[in-house]
Every structure is written in structure tokens, then in C-alpha cells.
């Protein structure tokens, strides 16, 4: 029989992830959680066992635990004060008696990669993840404590704030601790080492430092990220007069990552975190390709957007792609910066109709509003040394995956449904212009019109919100005038 899984902290951003990985791996799996709604739109929720409840409340802890073989304990707070290590506690001894009562087999937790100092000079955060692994470990089941720093990897709230830092700032005055030692470790790898520790052996009670194969700066990681992304070397003058707390305000006022999770963050930054040793592989070896390099994990974390995989692949998919791409789950302010332009418009035409009048964008047909805006885009595409409008389109009628129109390229072809166009004119970032069709229940269609932008570098969104007032021009019109063209063709011809 499968052996059954409890994760804790499906809703975060690893949990979220490892849910897939076990049910692929042939584990059943049970999930706690304090909000079931909020995974309802993940692919595997139909595969888990549910329960409703909190880990801090012992009768829902014994009832999550039971027959339970693993279970994975990946429940964080990132909320400041004294009362952050009282609860922490808390909840670590309530789950941890249950687990004890319940038979389970073993705990797995994932915490803070820890300096090297007295306890007393760590941050309160990274002092309360320190003391639930200790809690965990004297609980009576066997447990192992992975211990990371900065997890590499789309959605990930260190990696975030590393992105918008990155790409937002071509110059930056930084607190000193940008020059401070960290281990990044690729998602993929921790994710690895948490299925893996499902079969460590009974007698393995122990806390290992987990980290990726290099030791870098923060700041060489901005300048490591920024060539990866393809932005230009970043320029970084550390100082000293920004505390932790002033630190974690210019993060939030420069990044979308929220104060109350940056300062947790800056503060564990104050201290070196490297491993201190690879005991790990021991009893987990390292892959035979090795364990994932920065700019590798940095590569992957970004293809969301490279592949303008920006929300299509979650309906759909039965399990999820990559550990470094986005989920549902994840925070709003995660995945890097998406500026939309988003109109729909209701139609009696059928899907097949709209379809049609989709399909013959660009061209010798135009793009069904603000022809003059239009053609002053293209001159200046030309200018800059972009192809401008001159290209056409090779049928005037019909597209094909590939397919030339003007300064876009067709990515995606899903007729009736489905036309996706991605971006080649010369500009600060990456683009598409989706339309996608839906029938209505009484008939007719819903046309959904969406504009996308990625900016890259501060030149990006500086470009983003100078084009956008001519949006007001150009998009409503065209999504109007897809549909009045559709209509025409829906009306009998008179005799």
C-alpha cells in the first residue's frame, strides 16, 4: 500500500509545489489546511485528501495525522513582534504531541539556514525557525530539519524580492549587508531533498544545511541575476545607514513584496548563511548532473515570461510543469512585473464568426482601430531598426504557428478558441496580444482581448506607462470593431 503523505502549508509556496511532486513520486497525500477554498484551482486538488483546520488546534492535528507515514511540516509566519516566537512555538509543540500520538513515522521540516552565532544574535525570525526544528527533533518522532537560505525560484519571497531589486533599479544605494556570504539553492534541488527524506532511515534525527553548489554575495547575485535577464551590469554602492527596519521600508517601497515579509528577510541577512557542511549526502547524495548552479535555477525561474506562459498553462495541465514555475497559489506580488491590458466584449455571433474576423488582423486589413497610431508605431519601430509594419502577413485570411503579422509573429493557433501573438518590434521588454473566444450559454460569444507586457529594466516600465494613455485609444476600439466585423458576417446577405 502507498505510504500517505501530510503537508502542511500547501497554500505557501513550496508545499504548493510538493503536493504534485509526491503524488507523481506514488505517495498519497493529505493536506491541512486553514483555508480549503484556496486550493481549489490547483491542478491536483482533485487527488488529495483535505482537511479543514489548523495545525495549532490539537483535535484537527491528531485528526491530519492519523494513519499518516510522513509528514511534512512547512508552516513559516512572517509576522513581527515578540508574539511571532510564542506562537511559532505553539503551534510546533501542538503538532509535534500529535504527531508523537498518532504513530507517525517521521517529520519533515524545511527552516532557516542559520548563522553561525549565539541565538541571542540572530534575527527573531531566524531564531523561532532554529527553535521549532529543536521542538520537532525532541518530539519523539524521528525528524529531519533541511535548513536553507535563498530559495531560487519563481514565487519564492527571497527570489522575489531579488527580482524587483534587480530589475527596477539600474543604480542602487544598498545597506551594507548586500556584501554579506549566502547559499542560494534551486527549488528543484530542495524539493528533491524532501522527497527523498521520506526514506531516510528511522534512526536519522537531524538538522542538515541545505545549499546550491555556489557561495555568493547578495550583491553578486543582483549582477549574476541581471546578466541572466539579459539587463545591464547593475551599479551598487553599499552604506551603512540603513537598518534592518529602514532596509526593509526602502524594499517595500521600491519592490511589491510587502514590508511585513521584507523585514524578516533583510534581517536574516545580517549574517553570513552558508552551510556549514555537506552532510547531507550522506544519506541524500547529490544528482549525477549535480546540484543546480545560480544562473541555472535563475534561467528557469524566468521562462514564465520568456514562453509567455503568463496564465494558460493552469487550467489545463493535469499535473504542473516546473517547480520554478508560477502557481495559482502564489502571492500576487510574486512572478516579476506583468502589466495587462484586459477588455471583453459580449457578441450574438458565434465563436466561429469572431474567429474569422480575428484571424484577418494586420495587413492589408489593419488592426481594427486607430490606424494612424498604428502606422506611427511602425515608423518608429523602423527608425530604431525594427521591422515597423512593412512585413504584411502571408494570407490575408488565415494564420499558421510562425506566421509574420507586421511587427508580431503568430505563437498560438487554437481556432475557435485561441489567437496569440507575440511582440518582435524593437522596445524595452516583451509583448504579446492575446485574443481568446468563449461561447455563451445562451449563445453568442465572449471575446477576451489582452494586451501583455514584460518590462525589462526601468526602461521597461518607463516605456510601459508612456505607451499606455494611447491604450485608451487603441485597444477598446479594436476589441469593438473584431466584434461589429464579426456581426456583419453573421447577417443574412438580402436579395
Known amino acids: 500500500m502507498n505510504r500517505l503523505c501530510l503537508v502542511t502549508g500547501a497554500t505557501g509556496y513550496v508545499g504548493g509545489r510538493l503536493v504534485p511532486r509526491l503524488l507523481e513520486a506514488g505517495f498519497r497525500v493529505r493536506v491541512l489546511a486553514r483555508h480549503p477554498e484556496r486550493l481549489r484551482d490547483m491542478p491536483w486538488y482533485p487527488h488529495v485528501e483535505v482537511v479543514a483546520g489548523d495545525a495549532g488546534d490539537s483535535a484537527a492535528a491528531r485528526e491530519a495525522l492519523a494513519g499518516v507515514d510522513v509528514a511534512y511540516y512547512l508552516l513559516h509566519s512572517l509576522q513581527v513582534g515578540p508574539e511571532l516566537e510564542i506562537e511559532e512555538r505553539r503551534v510546533a509543540q501542538v503538532f509535534s504531541a500529535a504527531a508523537r500520538e498518532e504513530g507517525v513515522g517521521r517529520i519533515v521540516y524545511l527552516g532557516g539556514l542559520a548563522p553561525q552565532v549565539p541565538k541571542s544574535k ?50 542602487m544605494i544598498t545597506p551594507r549587508w548586500v556584501r554579506q556570504k549566502t547559499q542560494p539553492i534551486a527549488v528543484r534541488d530542495v524539493l528533491r531533498y524532501l522527497i527523498l527524506a521520506a526514506d531516510l532511515p528511522p534512526d536519522v534525527n537531524e538538522a542538515f544545511d541545505i545549499g546550491g553548489p555556489e557561495v555568493m554575495t547578495y550583491e553578486s547575485m543582483m549582477h549574476r541575476y541581471a546578466s541572466v535577464a539579459g539587463l545591464p551590469k547593475r551599479v551598487i554602492l553599499p552604506i551603512n545607514m540603513l537598518s534592518p527596519g529602514l532596509s526593509s521600508h526602502w524594499v517595500g517601497l521600491v519592490t511589491p513584496v510587502p514590508r511585513r515579509i521584507a523585514r524578516p528577510l533583510v534581517e536574516s541577512l545580517r549574517h553570513p548563511a552558508v552551510c556549514r557542511d555537506h552532510a547531507i549526502a550522506q544519506f541524500i547524495p547529490d544528482p549525477p548532473e549535480g546540484l543546480l548552479p545560480f544562473d541555472t535555477a535563475v534561467g528557469l525561474a524566468l521562462t514564465r515570461v520568456r514562453d509567455a506562459e503568463v496564465t494558460t498553462r493552469w487550467s489545463s495541465a493535469s499535473v504542473p510543469g516546473a517547480p520554478s514555475d508560477p502557481l495559482p497559489s502564489d502571492p500576487t506580488w510574486s512572478g516579476g512585473s506583468l502589466y495587462t491590458d484586459v477588455r471583453r466584449v459580449s457578441t450574438p455571433a458565434s465563436p466561429e464568426q469572431v474567429w474569422r474576423a480575428v484571424e484577418r488582423i494586420g495587413g492589408p486589413h489593419g488592426w481594427y482601430s486607430a490606424r494612424f497610431l498604428w502606422e506611427v508605431r511602425g515608423v518608429i519601430d523602423r527608425v530604431v531598426g525594427g521591422v515597423g509594419l512593412r512585413r504584411g502577413r502571408r494570407d490575408p485570411d488565415h494564420l499558421l504557428v510562425g506566421d509574420a503579422v507586421d511587427f508580431w509573429r503568430v505563437e498560438e493557433r487554437q481556432p475557435p478558441v485561441l489567437l496569440r501573438l507575440r511582440a518582435e518590434m524593437k522596445m524595452p521588454g516583451l509583448a504579446w496580444l492575446e485574443f481568446r473566444i468563449e461561447p455563451q450559454p445562451g449563445g453568442g460569444s465572449l471575446l477576451t482581448q489582452r494586451a501583455i507586457f514584460h518590462p525589462r529594466g526601468l526602461s521597461g516600465h518607463a516605456y510601459w506607462w508612456s505607451v499606455a494613455p494611447f491604450h485608451g485609444f487603441v485597444f477598446p476600439g479594436m476589441a469593438a470593431h473584431v466584434v461589429d466585423e464579426a456581426e456583419r458576417a453573421a447577417l443574412p446577405v438580402s436579395a
Open 122 to 171: 540572530m534575527s527573531r525570525h531566524m531564531r523561532s525557525r532554529v527553535e521549532v526544528g529543536e521542538i520537532l527533533r525532541m518530539s519523539g518522532v524521528p525528524t529531519v530539519e533541511f535548513r536553507a537560505a535563498v530559495i531560487i525560484g519563481s514565487g519564492s519571497a527571497s527570489f522575489e524580492m531579488l527580482r524587483y531589486l534587480t530589475e527596477r533599479l539600474p543604480a
